[in-house]
C-alpha cells in the first residue's frame, strides 16, 4: 500500500542514520553520569512521552536524538547483565501500536527504585544483541541518561495481562521484499500477529496466569512457558514444533529480576506449572527474544514428568539406538559416565548396537594435538559394565586435529558400539580420517571396502564437520550397515524472532549437502544390493520436515522412521519452549515393521545429562 511504502522509506532512512551514528549495533551503549547535561527534547510543540520513542514499528521513529525530561513510573530494575530499568507512562496514548514502557540502559546498577516517579533525559537508541549481522530484532533503549526522582512508592501502571485469548494465532507478517525481509519498518498490527503484539507491548509491565512450563529450567536460570495451553500440545506437557509455519505463538521465555543470590531461580521440567501470577516488564534478548523479567515469580508446581523407558528386543530383533552423550570426555566428573551409562542400560535396555556423537578426545578441550578417544570410550563402557550392562566392543576413527567442528580442541567424533554377544563387526583395515570407504560386491551382496569407514571425507560438505562414519556389522547371519552421522550444527541460522521473516537458515545449505552426500553413498550400496538392510542414525541436527531429511531421502531409498511415531510424540530436544526433532533413524526399503522409539530422558528436564534424547529402532533383519 502506499501508505506504508512511504513508512517504510522514512524508518529505513532512519536505520540508516541511526547505523551510520553507531546508535543500531550490536555493541553495548554507554551511559553519562548522573552530572551529565540534561539533552533537549527534538518535539515541536510538545514533551515527548514513552509511546512517542516506541513508535508504531518495530524501530523509533526518534532513533538517535537526544530527548529531555521523559515521565513514567519505574517498573523493573535489572541489577545483573545488561543494567537498566524499566519505565512506564501511566497515561497511555489510544494507539494499540505503541508501547507505554521503555527500557534506560545505565550500564551501573541503576540508583532507582520500583515505584519511582522519574524523569529521565538521553539518547534514543535501537541496541541489537548479537550485532546488527546477527538478524535480531532491536531493543528500544534510551541511553546516557540523566535521571530525576520525582516521588517514591507509586502504585505502578497495571500490567496487561497476556493470555490465549489475547496473543493472535498468527505469527508474523512477511518481510518486506524492499528491506531485505525485514519487519523492522511495517507498522505494527497487534491484533493480527503474534510477534507484533509482544512488541507492542516492549518494555511494558505485564502478567501472565498460572502457565504450563514447555522449556524446563536452564543453567542460565530461565525458563518457558505458554499462555496458549492447547497450542501443539502433547500428553506429556510440551509444545511440539510441526514446519516452519508452526511457530508455537504462546511461547513465552520467563527470567527473575530478583538475584540469584537473594532467590534462586524455581527448577521446573517440561509440563510442571508456573503458577500464580508471575508479573513485571516484557524485555527482548538474542536468546529467546520476548522475555518476561519477572519482578514477581509464581511458584512451580510440579507435574512429576517421568523419564521414559524403552522395551528390550526380542532375541531375533537388533537394537540400535543413537545417542549424543554431549561432549563426554575424561574431565566430565564420574557421576556424568555413571548416569548416560545408567541411561544406556536402564532406558534404552542395552540396544545391540549405539551409535555415539560427541565424544572427545582424552584431554576434551585441551588444545595440544591429542586426537585418541580411546580413553573417554574405555571410561564409558567400564560404566556401562558397572551399571549391569553388556561389555560392550567399539569402533571409530580418529578425525584430523581440529578439523571436524565442535568445541575447540575436543575433536569430537561419532563411535560405534556394539555386543558381542549379539552382534559381531566386521572389520576391514584401511579406513582412516582422510580415506573414504567405499562400496562392493562380495558374496553376492554389497560390503564395505573399510569397515569402519568414513564416507567422502574430502567432500566440501565436510569442512569443519564430523564426516560420517560406516560400519558393517552381522545378525543372525545378516549384514546390516549403519552409518552414524553428526551433521553441521544450526549456528549462525536467525533465530524465529528475527527481524527477518522468514528467517535465514544459512547454515542448512551445508546440511543439505551432506544429505545429499549420505543419500548418494546408499543408493550406491542398494545398487550393488537392492535389499540390503541400512541405517542411517545419529544428530541430524535438522527437522524431519526440513530439507536435510528431504535429501538424506531422496529417491525413496531411505525413510525417517521417527515419522512413523504420531506427530506430539516426534522430538528429541526442547529448544526455546519448542520440542523438535534433531535426531533421527532413517531405514532403507528393506527394513520395515520396526518399532521406533524416541525414548525421553533429558531434553523435557531441568537436570540432564546431555540436551539430547536418544533414539532406539528395533527390527529383524
Known amino acids: 500500500m502506499p501508505a506504508a511504502s512511504s513508512r517504510t522509506t522514512a524508518v529505513s532512512a532512519v536505520v540508516a542514520a541511526a547505523l551510520a551514528a553507531g546508535l543500531l549495533t550490536g555493541a553495548a551503549t554507554t551511559s553519562a553520569s548522573a552530572s551529565s547535561p540534561a539533552a533537549s527534547s527534538p518535539a515541536a510543540g510538545g514533551q515527548v512521552r514513552i509511546h512517542d520513542i516506541q513508535g508504531t514499528t518495530r524501530i523509533s521513529p526518534l532513533v538517535g536524538q537526544q530527548v529531555g525530561g521523559v515521565a513514567g513510573i519505574v517498573t523493573g530494575v535489572r541489577t545483573y547483565g545488561s543494567k ?14 505503541t508501547s507505554e514502557g521503555v527500557f534506560v540502559y545505565t550500564g551501573s546498577a541503576p540508583t532507582v527504585a520500583v515505584g ?34 520525582v516521588s517514591s512508592g507509586n502504585a505502578l501502571p497495571a500490567p496487561v495481562t497476556v493470555s490465549e485469548r489475547s496473543v493472535p494465532a498468527r505469527y508474523t507478517p512477511a518481510g518486506d521484499p524492499a528491506a531485505g525481509g525485514s519487519i523492522d519498518a511495517l507498522p505494527l498490527a497487534p491484533s493480527r500477529y503474534a510477534l507484533d503484539y509482544y512488541e507492542s507491548l516492549e518494555g511494558m509491565n505485564i502478567r501472565i496466569g498460572s502457565s504450563r512450563v514447555i522449556g524446563a529450567t536452564d543453567p542460565h536460570a530461565e525458563l518457558w512457558v505458554t499462555v496458549k495451553p492447547h497450542e501443539n500440545a502433547n500428553n506429556r506437557g510440551g509444545t511440539v514444533y510441526g514446519s516452519y509455519t508452526a511457530q508455537n505463538t504462546g511461547r513465552l521465555q520467563i527470567q527473575s529480576l530478583v538475584p540469584l543470590t537473594e532467590q534462586p531461580f524455581p527448577a521446573a521440567d517440561v509440563g ?50 543413537t545417542y549424543n552423550v554431549e561432549n563426554l570426555d575424561p574431565g566430565d566428573p564420574q557421576e556424568k559416565f555413571d548416569a548416560l551409562a545408567a541411561a544406556v542400560v536402564d532406558n534404552l535396555a542395552s540396544p545391540d548396537i549405539v551409535a555415539l556423537e560427541e565424544i572427545q578426545d582424552d584431554n576434551g578441550a585441551t588444545d595440544d594435538g591429542t586426537v585418541s578417544a580411546d580413553r573417554t570410550v574405555t571410561m564409558f563402557t567400564d560404566a556401562i559394565v558397572a551399571a549391569g550392562g553388556p561389555a560392550y566392543q567399539w569402533r571409530s576413527i580418529d578425525p584430523e586435529n581440529k578439523k571436524d ?35 562392493v560386491r562380495a558374496g553376492g551382496g554389497a560390503a564395505l571396502t ?31 550397515f549403519v552409518v552414524a552421522n553428526h551433521f553441521a550444527s544450526k549456528g549462525g541460522d536467525e533465530s524465529i524472532v528475527s527481524q527477518h521473516q522468514p528467517p535465514t537458515r544459512s547454515s542448512e545449505v551445508q546440511r543439505h549437502a551432506q544429505g545429499k552426500a549420505v543419500n548418494t553413498f546408499v543408493k550406491k550400496l542398494l545398487s550393488v544390493q537392492k535389499n540390503a538392510d541400512v541405517l542411517v542414525v545419529g544428530d541430524i541436527n535438522d527437522f524431519e520436515f526440513s530439507g536435510t531429511t528431504e535429501a538424506l531421502a531422496a529417491g525413496g531409498v ?22 523438535q526433532v534433531l535426531d533421527q533413524i532413517l531405514t532403507s526399503p528393506s527394513i520395515h515393521g520396526f518399532h521406533y522409539d524416541s525414548v525421553h530422558i533429558n531434553a523435557e528436564f531441568a537436570a540432564q545429562n546431555s540436551d539430547h534424547d536418544p533414539q532406539v529402532l528395533r527390527f529383524r533383519p
Do not use: C, M
Open 84 to 97: 537498566g530499568f524499566w519505565f512506564q507512562d501511566p497515561n497511555p496514548d489510544a494507539d494499540p501500536a
Open 116 to 149: 519511582d516517579a522519574v524523569t529521565v533525559s538521553g539518547t534514543v537508541a535501537e541496541f541489537v544483541a548479537g550485532g546488527a549481522s546477527s538478524g535480531n530484532q532491536s531493543l528500544t533503549q534510551i541511553t546516557r541518561p540523566t535521571i530525576a526522582v
Open 272 to 321: 510442571d506449572v508456573l503458577s500464580g501470577t508471575t508479573e513485571g516488564p516484557l524485555d527482548f534478548n538474542q536468546y529467546g527474544g520476548y522475555t518476561l523479567t519477572a519482578r514477581t515469580l509464581g511458584k512451580v508446581t510440579a507435574d512429576g514428568l517421568r523419564r521414559e523407558t524403552t522395551g528390550k528386543q526380542h532375541d531375533n530383533e537388533l537394537a540400535v539406538a
Open 405 to 439: 567442528g565442535g568445541e575447540p580442541g575436543g575433536n569430537i567424533r561419532q563411535v560405534f558400539l556394539f555386543n558381542p554377544e549379539r552382534v559381531s563387526f566386521t572389520d576391514r583395515a584401511g579406513g582412516d580420517a582422510t580415506t573414504a570407504t567405499d562400496v
Open 450 to 480: 573399510h569397515s569402519p569407514g568414513r564416507i567422502d571425507p574430502a567432500n566440501p560438505a565436510w569442512t569443519n564437520s564430523r564426516k560420517p562414519l560406516a560400519g558393517e556389522f552381522t545378525f543372525r547371519g545378516r549384514t546390516v
Open 558 to 579: 531411505l525413510y525417517p522412521a521417527i515419522k512413523s511415531l504420531p506427530r506430539s510424540e516426534r522430538y528429541s530436544y526442547v529448544y526455546q519452549g519448542n520440542t
